[in-house]
């Protein structure tokens, strides 16, 4: 089964984009950092998903990249699956291209891997898991 897991924002000012879901009346979790990622991150629970967003900590991080490149904006769409392993196994048998083979541990411990933007209509594509308890 899948569910839109979060919407990642890619923003300049991680402190400025709370606020303005802070004045929106919604909440925002405590921040995280996803050294992999070089990025600092806060959730915003939207109904059954949320919004994440996106700080660089590093200029040679994607987000900085991507800001550089288009701008704060939508980055990517993150879908929630049941079995990350079996699903990525499945895209690679049937040639759909991903951004690294390796399945990651990203904010909240959810394990995800990104599916290339040239195999999903231009749209960069976050498949995520809840990391099974005990792991």
Not at 12 to 26: I, Q, R, V
């Given at each position: 089964?899948f569910?839109?897991d979060?919407?990642?924002?890619?923003?300049?000012?991680?402190?400025?984009?709370?606020?303005?879901?802070e004045?929106?009346g919604?909440?925002?979790?405590?921040?995280e950092?996803?050294?992999?990622?070089?990025?600092?991150?806060a959730?915003?629970?939207l109904?059954?998903?949320r919004?994440?967003l996106?700080e660089?900590?590093?200029?040679d991080?994607?987000?900085?990249?991507?800001?550089a490149?288009?701008?704060?904006?939508?980055?990517h769409v993150?879908?929630?699956v049941d079995?990350l392993?079996?699903?990525?196994?499945?895209?690679k048998?049937?040639?759909?291209?991903?951004?690294?083979?390796?399945i990651?541990?990203?904010?909240?411990?959810?394990?995800?891997?990104?599916?290339?933007?040239?195999?999903?209509?231009?749209?960069l594509?976050?498949?995520t898991?809840e990391?099974?308890?005990?792991?």
């Amino acid at each position: 089964m899948f569910t839109i897991d979060h919407l990642g924002i890619a923003v300049k000012s991680l402190d400025a984009a709370k606020t303005l879901y802070e004045n929106l009346g919604m909440t925002v979790l405590p921040e995280e950092r996803v050294e992999v990622e070089k990025v600092r991150v806060a959730m915003v629970p939207l109904g059954e998903s949320r919004i994440e967003l996106l700080e660089a900590t590093s200029e040679d991080s994607a987000i900085a990249r991507f800001i550089a490149k288009r701008g704060e904006g939508l980055h990517h769409v993150s879908l929630r699956v049941d079995d990350l392993s079996a699903t990525v196994e499945n895209l690679k048998k049937n040639g759909v291209r991903l951004i690294s083979d390796e399945i990651k541990v990203g904010a909240g411990g959810h394990l995800y891997v990104f599916i290339h933007p040239a195999s999903a209509g231009g749209v960069l594509l976050e498949l995520t898991e809840e990391q099974p308890e005990g792991v």
